[in-house]
């Protein structure tokens, strides 16, 4: 079956740091550019971060620049979302998606395949 599937996700205090993962199983990442989109509750989806296929360009959104990094391991066929300094505001379900060949960054329904998302909480 082919899919993506995140996990790392949780509940933090604010100031703290998770590490999102999204694995692929029944294909290769290596010509996908994946993207971590977050939606928070009543808001719309939006791009948080995004990474070439091969690893050389990285996007981020203003709100998390300098907090989140994007990364990639071809080894283990796996893209990793680091957030640090993490606030309130990222509390959101966040999710992968991944586009064949596509420039980042990419609208969220340009994709190919999606994973279901993992919670991310920050609180006190």
């Known amino acids: 079956q082919l899919q993506l599937v995140e996990s790392g996700g949780g509940l933090v205090q604010p100031g703290g740091s998770l590490r999102l993962s999204c694995a692929a199983s029944g294909f290769s990442l290596d010509y996908y550019a994946i993207g971590w989109f977050r939606q928070a509750p009543g808001k719309e989806r939006e791009g948080v971060s995004c990474?070439?296929?091969?690893?050389?360009?990285?996007n981020y959104a203003r709100s998390v620049k300098g907090r989140f990094t994007i990364s990639r391991d071809y080894a283990k066929n796996t893209v990793y979302l680091s957030m640090n300094s993490l606030k309130p505001e990222d509390t959101a379900i966040y999710s992968c998606?991944?586009?064949?060949?596509?420039?980042?960054?990419?609208?969220?329904?340009?994709?190919?395949?999606w994973g279901q998302g993992t919670q991310v909480t920050v609180s006190s």
């Open positions: 990474i070439s296929s091969s690893g050389l360009s990285t």
């Open positions: 998606a991944a586009a064949h060949e596509r420039l980042c960054p990419f609208l969220y329904g340009e994709a190919d395949y």
